[in-house]
């Protein structure tokens, strides 16, 4: 699954950018092709596997239209970071910088989106065979339980997770001396808020639609 991620991004996502297509666009296939070739290799194919496989597709797209919207709110260019700025120039402004900076967005996205829906299809499964009598009210309702304490970590992970691959731009913003909020009028400071809001809410999105997906499937297909 590992060597299938490296292939995707390597052969289709970053070629595909190069060349001038639109990032989101060759973020979103290229995610869709990862999530269900690691899932088919982890979990195999059965009913589980594609409902969280569309359940992941889905958030992913919800995910990618929420940083649409955050990216516009806040006037997001995608230049502020050193790397983005010096690719812009060296592709001659062919690479669309606030593309590139959403495909960001939904690729970072995608691993604890998958995490999240793997797990809430896996519990309602468990749940429905532990009870056979369970209506979908009631699986959603036990495995929503089981969500809101993997969200709740799963969140905190992912904040630690940003923190932590941006902790030297933490760092020199802190050393600067300038009041909250002026830094977060800072384009570096706020793509990397903004990464953190549409992640964490793409997981707080993704749980209750796998959840109710998953309820609603597999209580019909085993009844």
């Known amino acids: 699954g590992l060597g299938v991620s490296f292939l995707v991004i390597g052969r289709f996502v970053i070629p595909g950018i190069l060349a001038g297509l639109d ?22 194919p059965n009913l589980r596997t594609l ?17 649409t919207g955050c990216v516009a709110l806040l006037e997001l260019g995608g230049l502020a970071q050193e790397d983005s700025a010096q690719l812009f120039v060296m592709t001659l402004g062919t690479i669309d910088p606030r593309g590139l900076l959403l495909a960001g967005f939904v690729i970072g996205a995608l691993g604890v989106l998958d995490d999240v829906t793997v797990t809430q299809v896996s ?6 065979a532990a009870d056979p009598g369970l209506g ?10 089981v969500g809101r304490d993997h969200v709740a970590s799963t969140v905190n ?11 030297p731009l933490l760092l020199v913003l802190a050393s600067q001396g300038e009041s909250l909020g002026v830094l977060i ?21 993704a ?11 597999l209580r019909t297909r085993t009844a």
Do not use: D, K, W
């Open 123 to 128: 519990t309602v499964h468990e749940l429905r």
């Open 185 to 205: 009028q800072r384009e570096l400071f706020a793509t990397e808020v903004a990464r953190t809001l549409v992640g964490s809410l793409g997981i707080v999105g």
């Open 136 to 145: 979908v009210r009631e699986l959603y309702r036990r495995a929503m339980n």
């Open 23 to 44: 990032p989101v666009v060759i973020a979103i296939l290229g995610s869709l092709v990862l999530v269900s070739t690691t899932l088919l290799l982890a979990h195999g």
């Open 51 to 67: 409902l969280a496989m569309v359940a992941t597709a889905l958030a992913l797209i919800a995910t990618g239209v929420l940083a």
């Open 207 to 217: 749980v209750p639609l796998t959840t109710l997906l998953a309820a609603v499937v």
């Open 157 to 167: 992970t992912l904040l630690l997770a940003y923190v932590g691959a941006a902790l």
